[in-house]
């Protein structure tokens, strides 16, 4: 049986998400970040390498990387759901947001986290100027904008269409959820589709069930 390693207040939400939408069954082993640091504890590293999650094993496999695994279960298990039509406009566009989630979104969104964190940081009083100055400027000069654009970018997707590849949902919108959740949480005035779309996705019974079982997610 499928087993998913995971995280509180991680990306794997997004595996039970779509394990529960397919109704595969699955074991679910939990792990719980180090409340000091919220790093993930060195117990992964025992599934995996670089001791991250989402992390799933199914028989002899250990797959890694959120994208990578709702690949496989949707290819392995989804008996041709949550994926358009191959070679369709919707297919293409549900692969382009499979793969812009991680690899051009979140790293602005992370930046953000950690800028923020920066210009809280505890540090001797005649320092503290200096570093807030570093991260104001990286902030407005860089992190802002580019997030500004995504946003925009998001928010003019979700004006032609339901979800993400189209009107009916797909792998998309579970690699996508992450993000908007951190777009929501952090971005002030988020635009009001995309919090509709956080609304309509925790709204679903199968995301409901997956907290049920996870936990409830709280973006990092």
């Not at 595996?15 to 919220?38: F, Q």
């Not at 970018?153 to 949902?169: H, M, P, Q, S």
């Not at 919108?173 to 949480?185: G, H, K, N, R, V």
């Amino acid at each position: 049986m499928l087993t998913v390693h995971h995280l509180n207040n991680s990306r794997s939400q997004r595996v039970l998400w779509l394990l529960e939408e397919l109704a595969v069954p699955y074991e679910l082993v939990k792990y719980e970040r180090d409340k000091k640091t919220m790093l993930a504890p060195p117990e992964l590293q025992k599934i995996h390498p670089l001791g991250k999650s989402p992390v799933v094993t199914d028989g002899g496999m250990t797959i890694a990387e959120s994208g990578c695994i709702l690949e496989y279960i949707v290819e392995t298990y989804g008996e041709g759901k949550l994926l358009p039509a191959r070679g369709s406009d919707d297919y293409w566009r549900a692969k382009y947001f499979t793969h812009y989630a991680e690899g051009s979104l979140m790293p602005f969104l992370l930046m953000k986290l950690v800028f923020g964190r920066v210009r809280s940081a505890p540090v001797p009083f005649f320092i503290k100027p200096i570093t807030k100055k570093i991260a104001s400027q990286v902030e407005d000069s860089f992190i802002h904008p580019n997030l500004e654009r995504a946003v925009a970018f998001i928010d003019g997707e979700l004006a032609n269409r339901k979800w993400f590849a189209g009107d009916e949902l797909s792998i998309a919108d579970f690699q996508m959820l992450y993000p908007m959740e951190a777009i929501a949480a952090r971005w002030p005035n988020a635009p009001k589709r995309l919090a509709d779309w956080v609304e309509r996705a925790h709204a679903r019974p199968a995301y409901k069930r997956a907290e049920e079982r996870g936990g409830k997610n709280e973006v990092v």
